[in-house]
């Protein structure tokens, strides 16, 4: 059975540093990334990666947000850096067999092109 695992959220001040991982067990998805949802708020995308390594950011992001993915663990990380209070948000890793960044050029592909989910993992940011 294919499933997204994600650890490493966690309390942190503003201006901190967190990594985030996602364990995918079972395949090695084309494309795989980053949702984000705070409470009383829609999900967002945050970071993608694809098989070819090309990355995708949400501009809120750029600059702090590190996506990368280990092939040979089929594990995905983000490393977020100089974190803000509006990063507080439930995190979720999810994935898709197609090669989305194809058809998305400059933008994170929406949310329901991806139909495997991981549980999340809570990042909270204090000041």
């Known amino acids: 059975q294919v499933q997204l695992v994600e650890s490493g959220g966690g309390s942190v001040q503003a201006g901190g540093s967190l990594r985030l991982s996602c364990a995918a067990s079972?395949?090695?998805?084309?494309?795989i990334g980053w949702f984000r949802q705070a409470p009383g708020s829609e999900r967002e995308g945050v970071a993608v990666?694809?098989?070819?390594?090309?990355?995708r950011y949400a501009d809120s992001v750029k600059g702090r947000f590190t996506v990368s993915r280990d092939n040979t663990k089929n594990t995905l990380y983000l490393q977020m850096n100089s974190l803000k209070l509006e990063d507080t948000a439930m995190y979720y890793c999810a994935a898709a067999d197609q090669w989305l960044l194809a058809d998305n050029p400059s933008s994170v592909p929406p949310a329901r092109a991806f139909l495997i989910w991981g549980q999340g993992t809570l990042v909270t940011v204090s000041s």
């Open positions: 079972g395949y090695t998805f084309n494309t």
């Open positions: 990666i694809d098989l070819l390594g090309r990355t």
